[in-house]
């Protein structure tokens, strides 16, 4: 069964400083992976999904690179600002689960 | 283009009364998902349809949980009674289609219902 586990629970950063969030998977049989961001109160936004023949994918100031071997990706933000506070979730599609599971995400607080 | 819509945004029930939940999902997406949330971790899969048909049902709690998705559009999940462990937030998302050459679809996700069961 496919366990996703992200770390840190929360994390808070003065603005503009970069960042990196992990997420670990336990099954490496995937084929993809995926970023949201959760904004209080409301659904889930996708940020970047990467392919498992892929091993980066970026957006503006996100870069999510994924180690599929080792169970493991990151999102990197840089220069973060406020804006950016919100959860932070992974999610993967295994293939011997047939669905997509997500991690229970980090909670970011960036300080003005 | 609109997004996932969902309504209502908020529900209090007491514990074994029934509530519904509704979705229309992105223009043009074949499947669509129901998910629970609880306070502090992530989505759940309940539900999937591709159109009408409901192609992945293990995890939704098939006593007291229903769903439907009429002409493979709007979509309804129930449950009849609640139960206080029933709390949660319930999300719908959709997506153009469900799995294509070794890969799935982007799936977008709606606001989400929060119940509180009392």
Redesign the interface.
Known sequence: KQE?TQIPAALSVPEGENLVLNCSFTDSAI??L?W?RQDP??????LL?I??SQREQTSGRLNASLDKSSGRSTLYIAASQPGDSATY?C?V?SYNN????????TRLTVKP | EAG?V?SPRYKIIEKKQPVAFWCNPISGHNTLYWYRQNL??????LI?YENEEAV?DSQLPKDRFSAERLKGVDSTLKIQPAELGDSAVY?C?SSLSYFVW???Y???????T?LTVT
Do not use: W
């Not at chain 1, 109160?41 to 996708?46: F, R, V, W, Y």
């Not at chain 1, 047939?98 to 995400?105: C, I, P, S, V």
């Open positions: 996703v084929y993809n995926q949201f109160g409301k659904g889930l936004t996708s999904l392919q498992s979730l999610a599609y047939n669905d997509m599971r997500f991690g229970a995400g | 996932v969902q502090g971790q992530g989505p759940e899969l999937r992945d999300l998302a070794g890969s799935s982007e799936q977008y996700f709606g606001p989400g929060r």
